[in-house]
């Protein structure tokens, strides 16, 4: 899961002409219906293909995508005063990335849906010790329901936690750590140019591994890498509308709506069928990462009433 910071600045300025919350929660359903097609789409692959190739091919697509920038604004898009950052988050991102992608090919694809919700938490902990932003009691205990939500959907002591929980935690933390990097850059950095630098760092940085499992695709495998790449960029661009034209608190809970397409498409594929920990869980983690961006957007229209 990720979030768009040039939405909420947008919002701190007072734009909030061209929104439109309908618009905004159909777009996340767009987002939601591609991301967990795309998942699928890995789990397909990856009966003949390492995930850490997969990973290199969706980066390497990725950064096809970026293309018309260049040729529209040169290589301007690439100006920042961050250019450390800019490649410490690409890194972290790869990270992140190769293990969600194991995770996938290996583990019930509702149960690394439903531990994924966990990245904002993650955030919300970071941006406290990191910027020493303020967390209050509600807040407190909507962190400590999602924790509890994760040990529902593991149950450590009752069954063994398998190295694709473990990778999707870590992916989270990770995802965590980038999201608080991008609202740091956003603050002199255009949207266009974080993206441009993420795909120009992740895509030889994923290679590097991949090159250990390396096998050549064929055509038939080339097809469903550029599909998975489309569903991908699809998905991240809908995502990015929806947090445009609608405040990130309403279009929030309807991300969860991943956990209900990806289970379907477990069900359909594969055969997987949720218990009903996955389910309890998932809904603990999802609504205190909910409740967060909530209370987050209350405290900003307090702040900004507040300012002179």
């Known amino acids: 899961m990720s979030t768009d910071p040039t939405h909420s600045t ?15 929660i159909l777009w996340m359903l767009v987002y939601g219906l591609f991301i967990s097609m795309m998942h699928v789409t890995i789990r397909h692959v990856s009966a003949d293909m390492h995930p850490f190739e997969i990973a290199f091919f ?8 970026i293309g018309p920038w260049f040729i529209k604004l040169g290589w301007s898009v690439l100006k920042t005063d961050r250019p450390g950052m800019m490649i ?6 790869t990270l992140c990335m190769l293990g969600y992608f194991t995770a996938i090919t290996i583990a019930p694809l509702a149960e690394v849906t439903a531990l994924g919700f966990t990245a904002p938490i993650y955030t919300t902990l970071l941006a406290m010790l990191v910027f020493k932003e303020r967390i209050g009691l509600r807040r407190w205990l909507a962190i400590l329901s999602g924790f509890l939500g994760v040990f529902v959907v593991l149950r450590p002591g009752f069954q063994d936690i398998g190295t694709g929980q ?71 661009m809908a995502m990015a509308q929806s947090l445009k034209v609608a405040p990130t608190h309403v279009v929030m809970p309807i991300d969860f709506s991943r956990l209900l397409i990806v ?17 309890l869980g998932g809904i603990m983690i999802f609504a205190a990462t909910a409740f967060i961006a909530y209370r987050e957007h209350v405290l900003k229209q307090a702040n900004l009433r507040d300012t002179p």
């Not at 969706?58 to 995508?65: D, G, S």
């Not at 410490?88 to 991102?93: L, M």
């Not at 750590?177 to 740091?184: G, S, T």
């Open 58 to 65: 969706r980066n390497l697509f990725a950064l096809i995508a």
């Open 10 to 24: 947008n919002q701190a300025n007072g734009n909030l002409t061209a929104m439109d919350p309908m618009k905004g």
């Open 263 to 279: 289970a379907f498409f477990g069900f359909v594929f594969f055969g997987e069928v949720p218990d009903a920990y996955v389910w």
């Open 166 to 236: 473990v990778l999707v935690l870590f992916s989270a933390m990770g995802w965590g750590i980038c999201m608080l990097m991008i609202k740091d850059m956003a603050r002199t950095n255009s949207s266009v140019t974080i993206t441009a630098w993420m795909s120009l760092v992740m895509a030889p940085l994923s290679l590097i591994p991949a090159l250990f499992y390396w096998t050549w695709p064929n055509w038939e495998q080339l097809g469903w890498l550029a599909l998975l790449g489309t569903l991908g960029g699809i998905g991240q």
């Open 88 to 93: 410490a988050r690409g890194g972290v991102n």
